[in-house]
C-alpha cells in the first residue's frame, strides 16, 4: 500500500494537480520564519546560525509529507545537482539496506530496523548542504528546519516544541500558534487525502519522510 500511494503522489506531483494545495501549504509554513523574523527583528531572540554551522542538518528526521511535497516541487522546478542526487540516494540506499525501504515512510519503520538506519546515518549532511554550510534550498526547507535555533511555545495551550540546536542561545520560548498552525496543516492533509484515497489508511505523522526522499521525488520525471 505505501508503494502505491507513493506512486500516487509523485504523479499528482508531477502533473501538477497539488500545486494549490501546496501553494497553501507553502504560506503556511512561511508563517514560521515570519515569527521569528519579528522575534529577531524586535530584539525578543537572537538568531544563532551562521554559515558552515550546521549540526542541525545532519542525519535523519522527519519531514511532514506536504513539507516534503514542497521541498520537491522546489527541486522539480529548480532542478536538483548531481551532488544532492547523488547524496539523496547514498542516504536512501544505506536506509534501504537497513530494512527501510524507500520512499521511508516513517510509519514503515519500526523497532530495530529504525534505530539501524538512522544511526548508519546519523552524520549524514543533508544531501541540500551546500559545501559552504549553508541550505540550498532555504526559502523552501521544511518546517522541521524552520523550527531549528528557538524554542516555541503556544501560549494558549502551553505546548512547547524543543529544537535540537545546541547553540541555541537561553531565553524565553517565543510564542507561536502551534494549535492553529497543526490544525491548519490537518486540514490541508485532509485535501490531499481526497486526491490520493490510500493516505487515509493512516495517521498524518505516519507519512512523514526524510528529506533525502523530497529530493528523489524532486527528480522524478
Ligand atoms: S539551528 Fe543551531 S545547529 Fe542548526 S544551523 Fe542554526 S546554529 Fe546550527
Ligand atoms: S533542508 Fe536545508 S535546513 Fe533542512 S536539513 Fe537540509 S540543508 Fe539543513
Redesign the pocket.
Known sequence: MPNSVAATLVARLVSGRLDALLDRHVALLARIDKRWREAVKQGEARLPCRPGD?A???GV?E?PLLDALA?ARWLRWRGATTEEARRARLQSEAATAAGWPFPHFFGDAGGDRMETALAALDDA??????AEG?????A???S???F?GFRFADPKTGATLDDACPRRPAGPALAFDLETYDAVEASLFAALVESVPGLGARDIGQWDVP?AT?VLWGLET
Not at 134 to 138: E, I, P
Open positions: 550546521c542541525c542538518c545532519c528526521f519531514a521541498l549532511p543533508c544531501a541540500l548542504l551546500t549553508v541550505c540550498a534550498a532555504y523552501d526547507r521544511p522541521i528546519c524552520r531549528q528529506i523530497a
